[in-house]
């Protein structure tokens, strides 16, 4: 946004506390911050205050005024910077701040924002990774129409539209729209592939409809056998060349080392994957069932047993079920630059965990190039019966405001991308209600990273959400997430928000969600390193009678180093029965850790000893509990958020979870239009 000049105002107009600053800076230039919301009245600056930690930075918005600002730091430059947008960069030094906003026509209208730096040492190193998930700056708002679709065209449905669709979308310049009437849309005759970096957009999912004559109510046999939509060159990609690190990878680096050359090098922006094998082998099982498959670290923890047990996955085959084979620690990378005297890879974003050339670690080149900068907007999906809408070889691409029910296998599914939004949507009501992989909201897999999901409603289903050999640097950001159920057995709980279901996921970030529980199984294998941060976790779903297991957080066997800070448990006035611990699945608990649903369900005690639990409040004791071990009494406002969420209203309170403020919960904007029955369109 372009800055404008401003009459000279006198000194002694502007608040004292920012004279110090504009004697130093005169406001030469300014710029409206944010969304403006009403004219004159006193200025109020979003949020009213906030945490951060040194050094990191954080947008402020403006509201309740339509006069450009000024700027400033009260404490001036020991209290760190601010730019005319309201960009501020707080300094080394801890302590409490205060920014600045004043008006540029009418000087007496002005306000503040508390600003507290805090360095956040509750996340140890190894716990903690940097989440920027999904496309910088946001989904980009495109409005250069290239082709209209129109279902009148293609009798309202009666008449396939696949080739229509996908006409207009091969001839469609990048950046630009093709927009799809009102109506319905048949999708039959092959799948519709947004194969290159454009948006295919309806007329909103309460009008515009892309059906196929799949997946059937009550059945799990498959009709048309394909997903409606698919975002990448192709369905199915047979594994590239792979070439070893020539040293470790460690976390946090941006640079490795190939030990060969790639033929042809590599080039900026090209996506990779890097990965590594497990070190699996036999260990003993510590539940007591003999032995089981797993790595020596317990990094990696396959459902394999010594002797069988009946349900093992089967081997070797379920070791490539979602990753290459054996290689289920992965992530998906994007290329900065190579050099090819040193064989020596940059990439655009660090390593979220160690991959380590004793472990064979390899980058592994695709056959495909990635579809970048495409998505899809606006529209509803029913009927896919091998997914729905799938992200297939991805990059910064995205869904944004679409409506996904009726399907078989995945809602949406994530597999082999990097940095892809699924957002603003609503997702819920697969076909078959049952385990097996036919009924599940949103799947990550194939190494998927830096993926976000924000701002979601994700219900009725049996799994709201899986994650499979992947998720790396992903945050799962205030999603609306409830009744996960079994059709034929409603009163097992579900598991709910999760990063779970195949073993390798690591490094999910879930912030700011509402959901029925947090959880980890270990049906297909162990995830680890996850971070629950300010959610609320009620415990209970809400269309069902629940039976067992009742937990508001849980983790299962062989799920180690979680992290819990900053949760709001439980519900207040709904605990009777309640414990705050339990080793007994059957009793309904505030905190479920090392849970396992095999007789003589035993509980895995490193779990335990392996999860943080810091600053959470539950409606049980109705108190804040905090880890004796570290002092820190307070927590930043968001782990991955540098600014006002634009998907919060204003007159919503945000963090809306606050378990050490006086109100511990205020609104959550997915929550709000679920309870309203609105879910595309915001209460205020």
Same mark, same amino acid.
Request: hydrophobic letters at 35%.
């Given at each position: 946004?372009?800055?404008?000049? $401003? ?25 409206? $911050? ?107 708002? =495109? ?48 799948? $519709? ?172 080149? *695709? ?55 699924? =957002? ?71 598991? !709910? ?5 195949? $073993? ?55 799920? *180690?180093?979680?992290?819990?800070? !900053?949760?709001?448990? !439980? ?8 414990? *705050? ?58 782990? *991955? ?44």
């Amino acid at each position: 946004m372009l800055a404008t000049a $401003v009459p000279a105002i006198a000194l002694t107009q502007i608040p004292i506390a920012t004279q110090h600053l504009l004697q130093a800076n005169p406001p030469i230039a300014s710029s409206p $911050v944010g969304e403006l919301a009403g004219q004159g009245g006193s200025l109020s600056i979003l949020p009213s205050s906030v945490e951060i930690e040194p050094l990191s930075s954080f947008t402020f918005a403006v509201s309740g005024i339509e006069d450009p600002v000024s700027w400033a730091v009260q404490e001036g430059p020991d209290g760190g910077s601010v730019d005319h947008f309201g960009n501020y960069t707080a300094p080394a030094d801890e302590g409490t701040y205060h920014v600045v906003a004043t008006s540029l026509v009418d000087p007496s209208q002005w306000g503040t924002v508390t600003v507290t730096v805090n360095a956040f040492t509750a996340l140890a190193d190894d716990r903690r990774t940097v989440w920027t998930p999904g496309i910088p700056g946001g989904i980009p708002a =495109r409005s250069t129409v290239c082709a209209y679709v129109d279902a009148a065209t293609f009798g309202h449905g009666e008449q396939d539209a696949t080739d229509g669709i996908q006409a207009a979308i091969d001839t469609c310049p990048p950046d630009q729209v093709v927009l799809l009437s009102a109506g319905t849309f048949t999708i039959n005759d092959d799948i $519709v592939y947004l194969n290159r970096g454009v948006t295919l957009r309806g007329a909103g999912p309460d009008s515009t409809l892309l059906q196929t004559n799949g997946a059937t109510p009550g059945s799990y046999i498959p009709g048309v056998s394909k997903p409606i939509i698919i975002i990448g060159p192709v369905r199915w990609d047979p594994d590239g060349p792979a070439f070893d690190l020539a040293s470790d990878a460690p976390k946090g680096a941006t640079s490795v080392q190939l030990a060969s050359a790639p033929p042809g090098g590599l080039s900026p922006g090209q996506i990779v994957l890097i990965d590594e094998l497990s070190g699996a082998a036999w260990q003993p099982d510590p539940a007591g069932r003999g032995q089981i498959w797993a790595a020596p670290d317990w990094r990696v923890v396959y459902q394999r047993h010594n002797p069988e047990r009946g349900t093992d996955d089967p081997w070797p085959d379920a070791a490539g079920w979602f990753s290459r084979q054996d290689r289920v620690t992965a992530e998906v990378k994007e290329v900065q630059s190579y050099d090819p005297m040193t064989r020596t890879v940059t990439f655009t974003s660090p390593f979220h965990i160690d991959y380590r050339a004793s472990h064979a670690a390899q980058l592994s080149v *695709y056959l495909h190039t990635h579809v970048k900068n495409a998505g899809v907007e606006d529209l509803k999906l029913q009927g896919g019966d091998d997914g729905q809408l799938r992200f297939e070889w991805a990059a910064y691409s995205w869904v944004a405001r679409v409506e996904n029910t009726g399907w078989l296998n995945e809602g949406f599914a994530v597999n082999n991308s990097f940095r892809v939004e699924i =957002r603003d949507s609503y997702v819920h009501t697969p076909v078959w209600m049952e385990p097996g992989g036919a009924s599940y909201n949103i799947s990550l897999s194939e190494g998927s990273a830096e993926i976000l999901i924000e701002n979601n409603i994700s219900v009725d289903a049996d799994k709201v959400m899986v994650a499979r050999c992947s998720g790396a640097g992903s945050v799962v950001g205030y999603n609306y997430v409830d009744d996960g159920h079994i059709g034929s057995n409603p009163g097992w709980v579900e598991i !709910g928000l999760n990063a779970s279901h195949m $073993v390798g996921p690591h490094h999910v970030l879930f912030e700011g969600n509402y959901g029925f529980n947090w959880d980890s199984d270990k049906t297909h294998g162990n995830s680890i390193y996850h971070t629950v941060f300010r959610n609320h976790l009620s415990g209970q779903r809400r269309d069902y009678t629940d039976g067992a297991p009742r937990r508001c957080a849980g983790a299962g066997y062989y799920s *180690y180093w979680m992290s819990f800070v !900053g949760n709001v448990l !439980g519900l207040s006035g709904q605990m009777s029965g309640w414990s *705050y611990e339990s080793s007994n699945w059957t009793n309904p608990t505030i905190w479920l850790l090392g849970w396992d649903d095999w007789a003589p369900y035993p509980i895995d005690p490193t779990v335990r000893s392996t999860a943080l639990r810091h600053g959470n409040f539950d409606y049980l004791t109705n108190s804040v509990n905090w880890d004796p071990n570290i002092s820190e009494r307070s927590m930043p406002s968001s782990l *991955y958020l540098t600014q006002w969420p634009a998907f919060f209203p204003s007159s919503y309170a945000w963090p809306w979870v606050d378990p050490i403020g006086e109100d511990k919960l205020y609104r959550l904007p997915a929550k709000a239009r679920y309870d309203a029955g609105t879910p595309f369109v915001q209460p205020p």
